[in-house]
């Protein structure tokens, strides 16, 4: 390109610019001239053919058209900007909406907030503590014997000698009696941690939701009985039943494990039940006296004299009533955020 031709493209690129009846047409000017693959970038790879003496001439027309070419454009921007109509939509209403689907709440996040509005009906508070505990709220103040294989580095995940991630949520339970005089009246939904081979039914992270309710006024294995009657027939259905199991655990004395009947056969038997019609839901029992011995030391008096308060306990798993409420035969499920699965649950 000569600078005579030079000279003709400046001027017909300025008054394409100046012809533009909008600002898409604009652009398609700046594209033209300006873009990647544009007329001014090409000039300026071609200036290397350009005699040497006509070099200095040449690029400074090439730049000089670069910076009127770059001025007009944005004058004439400035221009369409304030033409346009204030109130102009920000998109374009014609256009077809698009569809986003409603999310819904994830099984355990259902199990957990249904139970906190059971027991909240019966005077019960939710209560929450870290998921790193120390040796004493998670086994000494429950009365684990020190030689229970629970402690085991092949059962618990142990961070140091002293920290743990907490096996159950019943510290909680320690840490708050620890802190509160009785009455307390609490549930405690939270994460738990064991060294637990995954499995249908397993996994080393899962929820558990602990109860305790603690009271100078005689609290019995009965009022333990209808609380948790209460809550199975709110949780599981109308004709839902429960069975008491003599058991043993450290931190209650007696101890029970509880059935539920089955919500799917109505006790007449199936696979969900196993055939027996029942549905193991719970571990429950009265407090046991050596807790309360161990929060009084922690608390440096006597605000829970094994004497003269009474108190229950039970806990149990939001995955395992998860899967029963509604029909999950396999744990993994819930955790795998399989969309076909979870929106079936919607």
Known sequence: MTLAELDVQHARSVGEVAAAADAAAL????VRYLGRNGLIPAVVKQMKDVPQEERPAFGKRAQAWRAALEAALAERQAAFAAAAPKDAPVFDHTLPGRWFAAGSKHPVSRVIEETAAIFARLGFSVADGPDIETRFNNFTALNTPAHHPSMDASDTFWLTDDLLLRTQTSPVQ???MTRHAPPVRIITPGRTYRRDTT???????????EGLYVDTAPVSLADLKSTLAYFAKEM???EAGVRFRP???PFTEPSVEVDFSCHMCKGSGCR???MSGWIEIAGAGMVDPRVYEHVNRARGDE???PAKVYGYAFGFGVERVAMIKYGIPDIRWLYENDMRFLEQLA
Do not use: L, P, W
Request: some cysteine.
């Open 27 to 30: 652009e398609q000017v700046r």
């Open 174 to 176: 320690i840490r708050m």
């Open 199 to 209: 499995d249908a039914t397993h996994s080393a992270n899962f929820h558990q939701i």
């Open 236 to 238: 599981m259905g109308s």
């Open 247 to 249: 058991h043993f655990f």
């Open 272 to 274: 969900v039940c196993k």
């Open 303 to 305: 605000a829970y004299d």
